[in-house]
């Protein structure tokens, strides 16, 4: 009995494994056939995650980075700004402080050059003194203009002239020759004696006539005949205008003022510091400059004893003689002191206002 019970509870349980049995194998091949969507499944979920996540640590750092950025950049235009602010405020004090020295040195300038070199009375004179002689010059000219037209209009011209052999002819009418008028000067006797001589075989005379003009401060031994004056005279007058005619402004190049104000410009540039600039170095103690120091490197020039040089002699060329040696050198200063106060030289006084 009960040997039938068991087999009908395997026969009845028999089909329930098998059916298990295949079902686990269809789920198992199933799940084997669906591997690799689920795989692709699996990756695409990963990548989606970690790209937002990654996403999202990108973001926040970048907008870390973008507050410390902008925090910076403010903080560094407002030094910028401060910066420019004082050298704005530098520059307008510059500029003021060089607008008073130039009306300082203007003012001085006008002062000192009025004391000891221009003379406002010695210059009207000067220009009344030209003004006279232009009119002079022009008085002159003119009265040679007017000789000379009437020389022109009283002796033979070209068109006139007194020995062609036929008559001239002005519009169609014969003009009769005119001879000069006038005295016969002594040295012309001789001339106007052969002249009658000559006149009974037709043979016309050279006629002389006397200079109806001289010449303005010159004779005849001058070159060039004439109110001029020759080289060396200009030469002698441009070298002496030199020291006549001498101003301060005169005794400068024309572009002094522009190449100072250009190397300055220049020094300026090349010696700039920003308002950070600092230099952190250690103190170097260094020796004094000596003669040798500062001295170019070459062989020493030996002589006997010293020189000197004696003070110039108009006309002469330098000369240089030998002094005593064994002195101090406030014995020689004194001595060319001394020659300096005796020559004859000219020398313009100090440029220092007076208190």
Same mark, same amino acid.
């Given at each position: 009995m009960a040997t039938s019970t068991a087999l009908t509870d395997l026969q009845l349980v028999r089909p329930l494994v098998d059916a298990l049995y295949s *079902? @686990?194998? #269809? $789920? @198992?091949?199933?799940a084997e056939d669906h591997y690799a969507a689920e795989m692709r499944a699996a990756s695409e979920i990963q990548r989606i995650f970690r790209g937002a996540l990654c996403r999202f640590r990108y973001e926040k750092v970048r907008r870390a980075i973008e507050l410390i950025q902008r925090v910076y950049r403010g903080f560094v235009t407002r030094c910028e700004v401060q910066a420019l602010r004082a050298r704005r405020l530098k520059d307008q004090q510059l500029a003021f402080f060089n607008a008073q020295a130039e009306s300082i040195q203007r003012v001085f300038k006008g002062f000192w050059s009025r004391r000891y070199l221009h003379d406002y009375y010695a210059m009207k004179r000067y220009l009344l003194e030209v003004v006279e002689r232009g009119e002079r010059s022009r008085t002159y000219l003119q009265e040679v203009a007017d000789a000379?037209?009437? $020389?022109?209009l009283e002796c033979p011209g070209v068109y006139n002239p007194p020995y062609a052999k036929s008559q001239p002819h002005v519009l169609g009418e014969v003009q009769p020759k005119q001879a000069p008028q006038g005295d016969v000067a002594p040295d012309l006797v001789g001339f106007v004696?052969? *002249? $009658?001589a000559l006149a009974c075989y037709g043979i016309q005379a050279y006629e002389k006539f006397l200079l109806s003009t001289a010449t303005a401060n010159v004779g005849r031994q001058q070159a060039i005949q004439g109110p001029f004056k020759t080289s060396r005279q200009i030469a002698l007058l441009n070298s002496r205008a030199a020291t006549n005619f001498r101003s301060l402004t005169s005794s400068v190049r024309y572009d002094k003022v522009d190449k100072e104000v250009r190397m300055q410009k220049r020094i300026a540039k090349m010696t700039y510091k920003g308002p950070g600039f600092r230099v952190m170095k250690t103190h170097v103690s260094r020796p004094g400059p000596t003669v040798q120091a500062d001295s170019l490197y070459t062989a020493p020039v030996e002589f006997r004893s010293d020189y000197t040089e004696l003070p110039k002699i108009?006309?002469?060329?330098?000369? @240089? #003689?030998?002094?005593e040696s064994g002195k101090s050198f406030q014995d020689y200063t004194a001595e060319l002191a001394q020659q300096e106060v005796t020559s004859e030289v000219p020398r313009l006084p100090p440029l220092t206002p007076k208190a």
């Open positions: *079902r @686990l194998f #269809t $789920e @198992l091949q199933a000379h037209l009437k $020389e022109q004696v052969a *002249r $009658e108009p006309g002469k060329v330098q000369f @240089l #003689t030998a002094v």
